[in-house]
């Protein structure tokens, strides 16, 4: 089967790096973590947004998980946050240009409010696990604070959580999955990307892309724990960089595809990143 090439346009454009230019020309990119015990997800994402070129990446997290990010994690800063007071203190600095929050972040009350005060901020944003899932009972909570700066990520669990009806519709074979994801873009006022071997994007303006993972362009690798995480980190260094959420989001599920093709079977989450310099290389940059 002959898969067609969904490469995006414009690649060296958008992730080349300029002689002249200094790490802060290439965004701050913050991702927020959660508790004890569960950073893995975040420093994930926090080393796909590096390695995806942000020139600067801060891991945002509570005080008590200081110490076990900060043994782990040397080019990506770590800054102990005192709940939603610390988060929007943090984001007072206007070098901060794109916010990550759910992978690991837990599914308690205090998620509802970092995620109030990073929409309020009005930065990049990408929301991801638990900060979808969080707002299962009430999506509309959720869609009533959204920006034309956001992306979600769901998979198809949490797309499910967010939109049920469409979930539904689509589970029935009534609607395609490019029309389930566009239904859901125009319903939540913001970017969505629908995960799977078939990754689809839809802009609430009806652009739209796919990614698909499939035939030629297989990478049944990445059905490994945290690969979503990876790829929360690498769109949110890609919006810290200037893209606009719809570009961001294709070309950060182009490269993860890309990453894990790359890597080939064994893959891990891990790997994802450190496999993105092979496929810069592959492209020109
Ligand atoms: N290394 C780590 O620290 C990892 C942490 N993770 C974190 O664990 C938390 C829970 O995330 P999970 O996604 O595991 O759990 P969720 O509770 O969000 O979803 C899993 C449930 O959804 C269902 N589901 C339906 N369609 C699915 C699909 N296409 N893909 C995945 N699940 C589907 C599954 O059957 C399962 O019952 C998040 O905070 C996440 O970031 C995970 O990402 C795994 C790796
Ligand atoms: N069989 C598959 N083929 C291609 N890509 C896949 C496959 N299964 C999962 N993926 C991709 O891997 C990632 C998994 O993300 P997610 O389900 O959020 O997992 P996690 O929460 O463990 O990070 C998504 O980008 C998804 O598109």
């Known amino acids: 089967m002959s898969t067609p090439e969904t490469r995006p346009e414009g690649l060296s454009a958008l992730l ?3 002689p002249e230019q200094h790490k802060y020309d290439h965004g701050h990119a913050v991702i927020v973590g959660g508790p004890p015990g569960q950073g893995g997800a975040a420093r994930l994402a926090a080393r796909g947004a590096l390695r995806v070129g942000a020139g ?3 891991l945002g997290c509570p005080l008590r998980a200081v110490t076990e990010n900060a043994v782990q994690l040397n080019a990506i800063m770590v800054r102990g946050l005192d709940g939603t007071a610390g988060l929007a203190e943090m984001l007072e600095d206007g070098r901060i240009t794109a916010v990550c929050l759910g992978p690991g972040l837990g599914l308690g009350p205090a998620t509802a409010e970092l995620v ?3 929409l309020r901020a009005k930065r990049g944003t990408i929301l991801d696990a ?4 969080r707002f299962q009972r009430a999506p509309q909570a959720l869609f009533d604070m ?3 700066h956001v992306v979600l990520t769901p998979h198809a669990g949490e797309f499910a959580r ?3 009806d469409i979930a539904k519709r689509h589970k029935a074979g009534e609607v395609s999955k490019l029309d389930a994801t566009r239904e859901a873009a125009v319903r939540a006022g913001s970017v969505v990307l629908f995960k799977g071997s078939e990754t689809v994007i839809a802009a609430p303006d009806g652009r739209h892309a796919i990614q698909t993972a ?3 362009r297989a990478a049944p690798w990445l059905a490994t724990a945290g690969a979503g995480d990876v790829l929360a980190g690498m769109i949110v260094g890609l919006l810290a960089r200037g893209l606009d959420p719809l570009r961001a989001a294709e070309v950060g599920a ?3 595809v890309e990453a894990a093709r790359s890597f080939g079977p064994g893959l891990i989450a891990e790997d994802l990143p450190e496999a993105l310099p092979q496929v810069f290389r592959q492209i020109g940059l």
């Open 130 to 133: 638990d900060a979808l899932s």
């Open 146 to 148: 959204l920006h034309d």
């Open 214 to 216: 499939e035939g030629d």
């Open 116 to 118: 109030k005060t990073t």
């Open 56 to 58: 600067l990446v801060t």
């Open 16 to 18: 080349g790096k300029r």
């Open 254 to 256: 182009w490269l993860h």
């Open 162 to 164: 967010l939109f049920p």
